[in-house]
């Protein structure tokens, strides 16, 4: 819907200043009955303030929360409004093109084919009505019904297969983006789409001074891996590792991204620091628990393991999301200098010491602003 609504705008902005100016000059072409029929009078105090309405909505910062709620609405009363003016017209013999009303309210109205169907059948009941108001003869009215019938016919048909089209085209292009999107191997996001949303999460993040994590993830011993068991292998163990690090960045903001290589990167926007302890920690065990032989690495357990480096931050003016990168690549250097199989978080919190807490092959630290699981 939003897509639509963007689509449509510069559309309808120039199309409800002319319905408006239009609806104007309307009250000088109608028969002017005066108290003896003000009920004639309705349609016309209806008209001009519903296109006024829509024009205000359209031009203003209204249109996107209010028109996909009030705008069919504010359309069908004046496609009505019209229908009953049109009905006045046929009584003093002036002729009116109502079957206009249909393609108006199918093309020029912004509406999905189904509101635009509801709201052709209400300015039809509209009309058919003010036409036995009116006191309309039956084959006139007859003619007239028979004209907004196949019009609208015509018209629904035309715009269900257009809209039909277009969705395809939308399905169709978004299908083309997400696969341009994802990294062919893993099917996680690539790096190219990683850097746009890291970079727009930065600046979402400084702007709430929200906190921005980046865990940046390498598995161990790679290369001796591949040449051990071959790249067939090797890319098994790259797509079971993507999918466990899937499992890690499941919130509507939170992405997991092939960094390139063996290398990925999580990005986690707003977490509480604590939580990313949890979740490195949770990362490298459960990368090990996949138990994935790998009997090339220094590890006298033999399975494939992972090194994760990780910076949280909260954006500060004299920081960038290079900073942010930069420092989660020093952290990952350091895991891996200090024997892999481990995680080492940075935070930009004042320095810090806490008491160590144990697990099962994990060892979790906290010293001079920085976390380790050892």
């Not at 036409?131 to 028979?146: A, I, N, S, W, Y």
């Amino acid at each position: 819907m939003q897509t639509q609504l963007e689509r449509m705008r510069p559309r309808l902005k120039t199309w409800f200043i002319l319905m408006a100016l239009l609806d104007l000059g309307l009250p000088g072409l109608l028969p002017y009955k005066g108290a003896t029929d003000p009920i004639s009078m309705v349609p016309l105090t209806l008209l001009l303030p519903s296109a006024v309405a829509l024009t205000i909505v359209a031009w203003t910062a209204l249109y996107y929360p209010f028109y996909a709620r009030i705008g069919t609405i504010l359309v069908a009363i004046h496609c009505a409004a019209l229908a009953a003016i049109s009905a006045q017209w046929i009584a003093t013999d002036q002729s009116t093109e109502i079957g206009t009303q249909m393609a108006a309210a199918f093309y020029f109205y912004g509406l999905r084919f189904r509101q635009a169907l509801a709201v052709c059948g209400f300015a039809g009941l509209v009309f058919f009505s003010a036409c036995l108001f009116e006191g309309t003869p039956r084959d006139v009215l007859t003619r007239d019904m028979m004209v907004l019938a196949i019009s609208g016919a015509i018209c629904a048909a035309m715009y269900w297969e257009v809209e039909r089209s277009y969705r395809r085209s939308f399905l169709e292009n978004r299908i083309v983006g997400e696969l341009a999107a994802r990294d062919g191997l893993t099917l996680l996001t690539n790096r190219r789409t990683l850097d746009e949303r890291l970079l727009a999460l930065w600046k979402q993040a400084s702007r709430e001074q929200s906190t921005i994590a980046v865990l940046l993830i390498d598995v161990d011993y790679f290369k001796r891996y591949n040449d051990t068991f071959g790249h067939i292998a090797g890319d098994a163990a790259l797509r079971n590792v993507a999918q466990v690090l899937q499992q890690f960045a499941r919130r509507p903001l939170d992405l997991a991204a092939r960094y390139g290589g063996e290398e990925f990167a999580i990005v986690l926007y707003d977490p509480a620091p604590d939580k990313v302890t949890d979740m490195v920690e949770q990362l490298v065990l459960a990368v090990r628990a996949m138990k994935v032989p790998h009997p090339a690495s220094s590890d006298p357990a033999a399975v494939l393991s992972v090194s994760v480096g990780a910076c949280v931050m909260v954006p500060g003016p004299a920081q960038n999301v290079e900073t942010l990168v930069r420092t989660a690549d020093e952290a990952l250097y350091e895991a891996k200098r200090g024997g892999r199989d481990r995680a080492i978080i940075k935070t930009a919190e004042h320095p810090t010491h806490g008491a160590a807490t144990s697990h099962p092959g994990v060892n979790v630290k906290q010293q001079h602003s920085e976390r380790s699981l050892v």
